[in-house]
């Protein structure tokens, strides 16, 4: 029975269903071929059919299980019907059995926060660059990302055609990170990943800073953090205030499950109370490893630059 459960597994069981549905969406629209562009703010900061559709899909299928939830997501969207199609009310069934952590157990829905990037790496997205697009749900409690899952709509996308589209990671702080093999950058080797579409005086100050070994320029938050927990990255270093906290919180999530960190570029903590604003304004430091190494790196023009 479901009312065995605690609500955060539950949510947690259900926003992994919904992020593969989610998965699908993605890739039928890419198949269909009508990306449905608009510019929102600039030319690099796009919306697509997919981004709609998505939050649609997430924000529906979760307000309709979990009525008392406040529910984040990026895109502005009019208040429509929503097609039953894009509903989902599964659960994945793995996560239930998992205990929840004992910190957890008496939440309550009205007590959670769950931040939503229908389509994170957009602009990657539109130019084919699709291993770069998550989608990400994250789930904060009291101001801090306490669960959080991401679908990989492209995983395995270059393996051939036989190979098996999209993965999704999950994981709560406490119980772990699911759904990858965790894998560390060599020792000695400094790796940095930064944006790929917002670069700036700053960022490649800040990046030049901690004497890297190579720097990948690549898209989305979602992504980058996967670097840092597959081995391919050892820090993710963003000093500008671009990135919002539904690019963040599932991430950081799963980073933090796996004993990485993820900061603004002071060291301070994210908070996501439904009353913050929405843009990390001090720029995101995140490592699985060696933190301290990379933190003490960054100069401090930067710093005073972004205030947070």
């Given at each position: 029975?479901?009312?065995?459960?605690?609500v955060l597994?539950r949510l947690?069981?259900?926003?992994?269903?919904?992020?593969?549905?989610?998965?699908?969406?993605?890739?039928?629209?890419?198949?269909?071929?009508?990306?449905?562009?608009?510019?929102?703010?600039?030319?690099?900061?796009?919306?697509?059919?997919?981004d709609?559709?998505?939050?649609?899909?997430?924000c529906?299928?979760?307000?309709?299980?979990?009525?008392?939830?406040?529910?984040?997501?990026?895109?502005?969207?009019?208040?429509e019907?929503?097609?039953?199609?894009?509903?989902?009310?599964?659960?994945?069934?793995?996560?239930?059995?998992?205990?929840?952590?004992?910190?957890y157990?008496?939440?309550?829905?009205e007590?959670?926060?769950?931040?939503?990037?229908?389509?994170d790496?957009?602009?990657?997205?539109?130019?084919?660059?699709?291993?770069?697009?998550?989608?990400?749900?994250?789930?904060?409690?009291?101001?801090?990302?306490?669960?959080?899952?991401?679908?990989?709509?492209?995983?395995?996308?270059?393996?051939?055609?036989?190979?098996?589209l999209?993965?999704?990671?999950?994981?709560?702080?406490?119980?772990?990170?699911?759904?990858?093999?965790?894998?560390?950058?060599?020792?000695?080797?400094?790796?940095?990943?930064?944006?790929?579409?917002?670069?700036?005086?700053?960022?490649?100050?800040?990046?030049?800073?901690?004497?890297?070994?190579?720097?990948?320029?690549?898209?989305?938050?979602?992504?980058?953090?996967?670097?840092?927990?597959?081995?391919k990255?050892?820090?993710?270093?963003?000093?500008s205030?671009?990135c919002?906290?539904?690019?963040?919180?599932a991430?950081?999530?799963?980073?933090?499950?796996?004993?990485?960190?993820?900061?603004d570029?002071?060291?301070?903590?994210?908070?996501?109370?439904?009353?913050?604003?929405?843009?990390?304004?001090?720029?995101?430091?995140?490592?699985?490893?060696?933190?301290?190494?990379?933190?003490?790196?960054?100069?401090?023009?930067?710093?005073?630059?972004?205030?947070?």
């Amino acid at each position: 029975m479901a009312s065995s459960h605690t609500v955060l597994m539950r949510l947690v069981a259900s926003a992994y269903s919904i992020a593969q549905k989610a998965g699908t969406i993605v890739r039928h629209v890419i198949a269909e071929g009508d990306l449905g562009i608009v510019e929102k703010t600039c030319a690099t900061d796009l919306q697509t059919k997919a981004d709609r559709l998505v939050q649609m899909s997430i924000c529906s299928s979760l307000a309709r299980k979990f009525p008392k939830l406040t529910i984040i997501g990026e895109e502005d969207l009019p208040p429509e019907d929503v097609d039953q199609e894009l509903i989902e009310d599964g659960q994945w069934e793995e996560i239930l059995k998992q205990p929840c952590p004992s910190q957890y157990t008496a939440i309550k829905e009205e007590d959670l926060v769950v931040w939503v990037d229908p389509l994170d790496g957009t602009k990657e997205y539109t130019e084919g660059l699709l291993d770069n697009v998550t989608v990400l749900i994250g789930i904060a409690y009291e101001g801090k990302a306490i669960a959080g899952v991401i679908n990989q709509p492209y995983y395995n996308y270059q393996a051939g055609p036989d190979a098996v589209l999209g993965r999704t990671i999950w994981g709560v702080l406490g119980l772990g990170a699911f759904g990858f093999q965790l894998k560390e950058v060599p020792a000695g080797k400094h790796i940095i990943t930064t944006t790929r579409s917002h670069n700036s005086q700053l960022v490649t100050d800040c990046v030049a800073a901690m004497n890297p070994d190579d720097v990948l320029r690549v898209g989305g938050a979602g992504n980058k953090i996967i670097q840092l927990i597959e081995g391919k990255a050892s820090a993710y270093v963003f000093a500008s205030p671009g990135c919002k906290k539904w690019d963040t919180c599932a991430p950081e999530v799963i980073l933090h499950a796996v004993g990485g960190k993820l900061t603004d570029i002071h060291g301070n903590a994210l908070q996501y109370n439904k009353e913050v604003k929405h843009m990390n304004s001090a720029g995101v430091l995140a490592t699985l490893r060696n933190y301290d190494y990379y933190a003490s790196r960054v100069p401090e023009s930067v710093k005073n630059v972004l205030v947070p």
